[in-house]
């Protein structure tokens, strides 16, 4: 069993930053892959990032390639997500999420993880 806490969440204006934490609880940190996804109200939830177990394999939506980065420190049990240039429609509660590393299916789908945080809102304003 895994437990995932977000924090970092906040309102921030166009074109500025935030850094998004997710800890997690356990001892073999290192043996899941982890996502980050977001929903927006009235929409589905949607893949963002995601990161393997090592960190040597990393994984982005096109709407935030260039502008976040995901990262994973295994000795603390975190994964973050540094979000830079923020726009309006990157408006979304945030989900860490976490798959066991020999767990198929693809990193992009909500259904392959086995673990969810309960979300941290990050608000864009204009």
């Known amino acids: 069993q895994v437990q995932l806490v977000e924090s970092g969440g906040g309102l921030v204006q166009a074109g500025g930053s935030l850094r998004l934490s997710c800890a997690a609880s356990?001892?073999?940190?290192?043996?899941?892959?982890m996502g980050w996804f977001r929903q927006a109200p009235g929409k589905e939830r949607d893949f963002v990032t995601a990161i393997s177990g090592s960190g040597s394999s990393t994984y982005y939506a096109d709407s935030v390639k260039g502008r976040f980065t995901i990262s994973r420190d295994n000795a603390k049990n975190t994964v973050y997500l540094q979000m830079n240039s923020l726009k309006p429609e990157d408006t979304a509660v945030y989900y860490c999420?976490?798959?066991?590393?020999?767990?198929?299916?693809?990193?992009?789908?909500?259904?392959?993880?086995?673990?969810w945080g309960q979300g941290t809102q990050v608000t864009v304003s204009s």
């Open positions: 999420a976490a798959r066991r590393i020999d767990r198929g299916g693809t990193v992009y789908s909500t259904a392959n993880y086995n673990y």
């Open positions: 356990g001892r073999t940190f290192s043996s899941y892959r």
